[in-house]
């Protein structure tokens, strides 16, 4: 499956955006699929996650309240709504697809199998 991750820019801090995670090749509903972001110098952190049929979501505690991660597996979409965002939450943002489970995902992300190519987000104070 390949992934193309879209919906970044530039916001002000307390915006909204919504990033988008559309699959290609093998349907979609096939992976769990989660979002994972990096910035300059620091180290991949995971944000969400989804279970296939979009019935079990995980979320980091910091994004809790935040950020809803959706999936419409009709489209082959995996869907981040991200609310209130604050500077720090300015990185590099990329969706992931694997075949385990999302707790997996979560605890151990190399195990994801495919990526997307990320979106870059940017918060302004």
């Known amino acids: 499956v390949q992934l193309q991750a879209s919906g970044g820019g530039l916001v002000q801090a307390g915006g909204s955006l919504r990033l988008s995670c559309a699959a290609s090749g093998r349907t979609s509903s096939s992976y769990a699929i989660g979002w994972f972001r990096q910035a300059p110098g620091k180290e991949r952190e995971f944000v969400a996650a989804i279970s296939k049929s979009g019935g079990s979501t995980n979320y980091a505690d910091s994004m809790k309240g935040r950020f809803t991660i959706s999936r419409d597996n009709a489209k082959n979409t995996v869907y981040l709504q991200m609310n209130n965002l604050k500077p720090e939450d300015t990185a590099g943002y990329y969706c992931?697809?694997?075949?385990?489970?999302?707790?997996?995902?979560?605890?151990?992300?190399?195990?994801?199998?495919?990526w997307g190519q990320g979106t870059q987000v940017t918060v302004s104070s």
């Open positions: 992931a697809a694997s075949i385990w489970s999302i707790t997996t995902m979560r605890a151990d992300p190399d195990r994801c199998e495919h």
